[in-house]
């Protein structure tokens, strides 16, 4: 069976079965606080907690996703960073009796496989201390698989694993029951019961919910008894194109091609921030690999235009924005392929290549040891780790000095002003839109200055209505929490990233509850309500297509 009869197979026995076809949603959710569209779910988020559903309550959708977490697996027989997700829904209409069946049939009847094992949730496998620890063990499950037929060593019992969610700061979440094919997890059952909380309490949900995913590539590859994701007919023509021995290389390359595709065509473009920094990495490590395998220069244009015709049905945005997707990736890659040549001109030229020179290549050119390894032997390489770590921390404390032009002095009063500038943001962002972005700051103990992006006046209303906002928040009395997170991890959870200095690989990130998540050096008060109260004095520009603020506290 070919992968784009089993995506119908899939969406037509959910419409036989009562199900209405929903179609796959962005890449950009709607939900600030993550960065992509990561589960089928996502999009009906709200549905789960009492919003009316405006397809009825069953559902069912083939979904794209994009997941960062996964990356350094990428290159193993099922790891992916974009893929395809399969998945039925039922917002407090059907839950765990007729979602095992369903699956089960899915599975068994319709596909022809044979479960191997299926996973349940039970607590005695989760950790004293941990936030899912009181909740019961999955009876209801075990007794709907044995009724089913399945024999009892069949299922197994585990912990955390069975239990997904919330996306983001907050949403649904419940106990799963997985199911595995030739050992690969193929589809997972979500019982959402709960609703979760930013400080992660769990409070039940009126009517639970279900949730469901199976990944479509891992799918194909058990249906169509290959070893690996990477043998299916959704990646062979892929892989096909480009020559090489090294199967992790070539794998890298056509799981980066797949996503870099289908992220610019949801208009992103490489950058140094946010989503677009990650497009970027992902261009330039998929170009990195490539130099690796001895590609011709541009090879990456080729391979998009595999990616395009596997997709082009399914996703006919894709075939739409084709030119646009080929020369952002041409660009990038020459522009990569500049830096490459004068970093590996460097290589050559160093005379005795330690671990230590290998440090200042990585941080000159960004090429990982690995790649320099490719073309000179390293000695001493654990150098290369120690001044890696030895370097993290120093950039960490440095990034702790030097804060939205606040010095090391900082008052009272300049913290405090400091820390309204992030409610300032987010609320300009909430009030104007978010292609408000921070283009600078300074800060006196008198007053904040703010600037950033937004191309007219603001009126006499928006303004207030920044203020009111502000004012508001303050009122509420919001916690200010520190995070440190990697930059990565920092940017995928949304938080937002917008000053022009180089990043150290740990940050900060600092969330004043819900409203505001941004990476920054600190030191930030810890409520809202020690700011007292907020005033605009004065609004006007600062350059084309940038705005000033001057604001006050108390
Ligand atoms: N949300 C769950 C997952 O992503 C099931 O769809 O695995």
């Known amino acids: 069976m070919k992968s784009y009869q089993i995506r119908k197979l899939f969406l037509d026995f959910f419409e036989k079965n009562g199900h209405k076809i ?59 960073t974009f893929f395809e997700m399969l998945g039925n829904f039922s917002f407090g209409g059907y839950f765990k009796e007729k979602a095992i069946k369903l699956a089960y049939e899915f599975i068994v009847n319709e596909l022809k496989l044979d479960i191997d094992y299926v996973t349940i949730f039970s607590s005695e496998k989760v950790a004293d201390g941990d936030w899912r620890k009181n909740i019961p063990e999955d009876k209801d499950s075990y007794k709907i698989w044995r009724d089913v037929g399945l024999p009892e060593n069949k299922i197994r019992k585990e912990g955390i694993d069975n239990f997904w969610g919330p996306t983001g700061d907050d949403g649904p979440c419940g106990v799963t029951t997985e199911i595995y094919v030739n050992g690969i997890e193929v589809w997972n059952l979500v019982f959402n019961e709960y609703f979760c909380n930013n400080r992660r309490e769990l409070k039940k949900i009126d009517s639970p919910g279900l949730d469901t995913g199976s990944g479509l590539e891992r799918l ?46 949801e208009g992103i473009l490489p950058l140094n921030l946010g989503r677009g920094y990650i497009l970027r990495r992902l261009i330039r490590r998929a170009a990195r690999y490539g130099k690796l395998l001895n590609l011709p220069k541009n090879f990456l244009i080729p391979l998009a235009k595999k990616t395009i015709e596997i997709y082009k049905e399914v996703y006919p945005e894709i075939k739409l924005k084709e030119s646009d997707i080929l020369t952002v990736i041409q660009y990038e890659e020459e522009k990569f392929e500049k830096t490459l040549e004068r970093g590996l001109r460097e ?44 370097h993290q921390e120093i950039s960490r404390a440095g990034a702790e000095k030097k804060f939205g032009g606040v010095g090391k002095e900082a008052t009272e009063e300049v913290i405090k002003l400091h820390t309204a500038t992030h409610l300032l943001q987010a609320a300009l962002r909430k009030i104007l839109g978010e292609h408000v972005k921070q283009m600078g700051s300074d800060i006196t103990s008198q007053r904040l200055r703010f600037d950033f992006s937004h191309n007219q006046k603001m009126t006499q209303e928006e303004i207030k209505k920044v203020e009111d906002l502000v004012n508001k928040k303050i009122e509420e009395d919001l916690e200010i929490k520190k995070e440190e997170l990697s930059y990565e991890e920092a940017i995928e959870s949304g938080a937002l990233a917008f000053f022009k200095e180089k990043y150290p690989e740990i940050v900060n990130v600092y969330s004043i509850g819900d409203f505001s998540k941004e990476i920054c050096g600190g030191p930030h008060i810890s409520r809202t309500s020690e700011l007292k109260g907020f005033r605009i004095i004065k609004e006007e520009s600062s350059g084309a297509g940038i705005r000033r603020i001057k604001a006050v506290l108390g």
């Open 220 to 265: 194909v590859a058990v249906v169509q008894e290959k070893n690996t994701i990477f043998e299916t007919d959704l990646f062979e023509t892929i892989i096909g194109e480009i020559s090489g021995q090294d199967e992790r290389a070539k794998r890298i390359i056509a799981d980066h091609i797949r996503s870099v595709v289908f992220l610019i065509s």
């Open 347 to 390: 290589i050559e030229k160093i005379p005795n290549l330690t671990g230590e020179t290998a440090f200042l290549i990585y941080e000159t050119f960004g090429f990982p040891l690995e790649l320099i390894e490719e073309i000179r032997k390293v000695e001493n390489r654990e150098e290369f780790f120690v001044m890696k770590k030895k």
């Open 22 to 80: 929903v179609p796959s949603s962005s890449l950009l959710p709607s939900d600030p606080s993550v960065l992509f569209t990561t589960a089928g779910m996502q999009q009906f988020k709200s549905y789960y907690l009492g919003e009316k559903s405006p397809y009825g309550s069953d559902v069912a959708s083939c979904q794209k996703c994009f997941r960062t977490t996964d990356i350094e697996e990428v290159g193993d027989e099922k790891h992916l």
